[in-house]
């Protein structure tokens, strides 16, 4: 069986240096669990994760079931098709790829029987490139106020998925312009509270650069196959 601790400690701790250099609460980290099995998420859970992100709704809500026992928190972070909506209402605790203001409706609705509002980012794609997934950045306040005064959505923030440049200083520079972003929506919604970016690649970056949420994969579980 895989030890999780040693990487698991690591990024913890590379949370907390970020955060006490920077003078803020360490970031949350989001074990990204995509491909894995239930057995790998249950055991970085007796470590003490508790926030889980998957990016395919059924792989998400049968890994939801299956640990139901666990108590964790799940968070869809791939992609969302309409037609997928109540699905993921009904076994995600967060949707963080929130993009278009179809989804709005339809997500509100699958979430009325829960009792418990989603939680909701909304997804900007910040480096507006071809790409097909987040709003575009001037879509954003529309987008969240239009999740904000949804009665079973509750806005969080936003989430960016940015683009795997290899020049780090451009990563850098879209996650100030994300930073920036989040700011400005906080000033409208003094409620908000999470940015969510960056990966096992870029995460200690993303963190400097004032992400309270990073969704780290394989620097936790090894390489994806
Ligand atoms: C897969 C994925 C991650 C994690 O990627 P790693 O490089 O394995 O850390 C984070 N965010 C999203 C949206 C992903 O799809």
Redesign the pocket.
């Known amino acids: 069986m895989n030890d999780y601790r040693p990487a698991y400690r690591d990024v913890l701790l590379t949370l907390e240096n970020v955060a006490a250099r920077a003078q803020r609460p360490a970031a949350r980290l989001?074990a990204?669990s995509?491909t894995r099995p239930p057995e790998a998420v249950a055991a970085l859970a007796a470590l003490g994760q508790r926030a889980f992100?998957e990016?395919y709704v059924q792989e998400g809500a049968a890994k939801a079931r299956a640990l139901a026992g666990l108590d964790l928190e799940w968070h869809l972070?791939?992609h969302l098709q309409s037609n997928k909506c109540r699905e993921a209402a009904e076994h995600f605790d967060w949707v963080?790829?929130l993009d278009r203001p179809k989804l709005v409706a339809a997500l509100d609705r699958a979430r009325a029987p829960a009792g418990r509002p989603l939680d909701v980012l909304v997804q900007v794609n910040v480096d507006d490139e071809a790409r097909k997934s987040g709003c575009h950045p001037d879509d954003m306040l529309p987008l969240a106020h239009a999740v904000a005064s949804a009665p079973n959505l509750r806005l969080r923030g936003l989430?960016s998925?940015g683009a795997p440049w290899p020049d780090f200083a451009r990563r850098q520079a879209s996650f100030a312009r994300m930073r920036e972003l989040y700011e400005r929506l906080q000033a409208g919604f003094p409620g908000i509270d999470t940015l969510s970016m960056g990966?096992?690649?870029d995460?200690a970056l993303a963190a400097e650069a004032g992400a309270t949420l990073v969704?780290?994969?394989?620097?936790?579980?090894g390489p994806?196959r």
């Open positions: 989001l990204v995509k992100g990016n972070i791939g963080q790829s989430m998925i990966m096992s690649e995460y969704r780290v994969g394989s620097l936790l579980f994806r």
